[in-house]
């Protein structure tokens, strides 16, 4: 065999697991979120006689804060007695000017909003991500139950009363939400949707409601803890180091033996992350890593098998094309690249259409998941690097180590 047809073997056979690898993402989703338990609707029963804090920690979110705040404060009334706490965490934009101006529209006797800046970080301790925010929060709050809701997060006028009904009918000590995912800059629109498969496969959303299974999963930017229950695991006061504290909060209170509940929210609350492609990128460094369980080799792996399916395709597909012309002798190899190439490109199509009707995520730029998987292809090494070295593992400019 000659060097010409070993290629064309290897590059047929890696399109061959591209299609292969879709297929089985294609699957998995279906299979995942068949049975998928969603926040169910709002009911008319009167509210509940209880208390409930809505805790919003907030640094360098100007873009944000505004739209999130407006969206709580617009709320259904959850329960009897609830308010808003927004914790600044030292931002240097104009986060408070623009949470304060929102508030004042909105609440101007300052009846349900309250502000707290978070104040420095102790010294030669290691606090990251919002955790001193949320832990400051929590030296003021007397609440039953509280709510930290990331300032990314915009919520429908329901949202509030329908998750708090839910958790104090199913007993639970933590409900988190699975927000829809939104994307308006075409960085967005080139990584999300793929990351967005690749957590829904890997979506532990049976087990997490099992209470007698260990895995342990909940959504970051919607928790709602029972308070008697958070104060049980310590808090964020115990996590002040954890950069993924969503997963660590949730592991403890299944540790515990306390009930977790994990629900879809599609319908509920919607995310946006990221604005651009230098904070996608700085984000998704932070995680990808840690997401994988801290290990290297899943990390790389998984990165490439995401170039294997996404990129490669789009890449060899005008490749054989060229091929097919320049070397007629082997057409046969080419044609069956270029037909497995199209193949490929049909199913991502196809992932994408299914989101839409299960997410209601529109398939815009689907064409650009090609270029998608060459940027996860990228963030995998450089996670690894960055996590491990601690060199540029930073969020909002601030070093994680």
Not at 59 to 65: H, I, M, P, R, T
Not at 95 to 117: C, G, H, I, K, M
Not at 222 to 230: K, T, V
Not at 370 to 398: C, E, N, Y
Request: some cysteine; aromatic content about 8%; charged content about 15%.
């Amino acid at each position: 065999m000659t060097p010409l047809h070993s290629l064309a073997l290897l590059l047929i056979a890696a399109l061959l697991a591209g299609c292969i690898g879709l297929l089985i993402l294609q699957l998995g989703l279906m299979r995942v979120f068949s049975s998928a338990p969603s926040l169910q609707p709002a009911s008319e029963r009167e509210v509940p006689e209880t208390s409930l804090c809505v805790v919003i920690p907030a640094f360098n979110e100007a873009l944000n804060v505004g739209p999130c705040l407006s969206s709580v404060l617009r709320s259904a009334t959850p329960c009897r007695h609830w308010h808003v706490l927004l914790v600044d965490d030292a931002s240097t934009d104009d986060t408070v000017e623009q949470a304060q101006a929102t508030a004042s529209a909105l609440d101007p006797n300052a009846s349900r909003f309250d502000f707290l800046q978070a104040g420095p970080r102790p010294v030669g301790e290691r606090w990251v991500g919002k955790n001193w925010a949320c832990a400051r929060a929590m030296q003021q709050v007397q609440d039953e139950w509280i709510l930290f809701l990331d300032a990314d997060v915009q919520l429908k006028p329901q949202a509030l009363h329908r998750a708090l009904s839910q958790a104090i009918r199913d007993k639970a000590d933590l409900l988190s939400l699975a927000p829809r995912l939104r994307c308006d800059c075409l960085a967005e629109w080139m990584v999300q949707p793929i990351m967005a498969s690749l957590l829904g496969l890997g979506f532990p959303i049976e087990a997490a409601n099992d209470p007698d299974s260990d895995v342990a999963f909940a959504a970051g930017p919607f928790m709602l803890f029972r308070r008697c229950a958070y104060e049980q695991i310590g808090g964020h006061q115990g996590l002040a180091a954890e950069v993924v504290e969503d997963l660590a909060l949730a592991r403890l209170i299944k540790r515990q033996g306390l009930r977790l509940r994990y629900l879809l929210g599609l319908d509920a609350v919607d995310l946006r992350m990221y604005f651009d492609l230098a904070s996608l990128w700085e984000g998704w460094t932070k995680n990808w890593l840690l997401g994988l369980d801290g290990d290297p080799i899943k990390a790389l792996g998984a990165s490439a098998v995401v170039v294997l399916m996404f990129s490669l395709p789009w890449l060899l597909l005008p490749a054989s094309v060229v091929l097919l012309g320049l070397l007629p002798s082997q057409a046969v190899w080419w044609f069956v690249a270029a037909s497995l190439s199209m193949t490929a490109i049909v199913q991502q199509f196809l992932i994408r259409r299914w989101n839409r009707q299960r997410f209601d995520m529109p398939i815009s730029y689907w064409w650009l998941m090609g270029a998608g998987g060459l940027l996860v292809g990228a963030i995998g090494p450089v996670s690894v690097w960055r996590t491990l070295t601690g060199r540029g593992w930073t969020w909002k400019g601030r070093q994680l180590t």
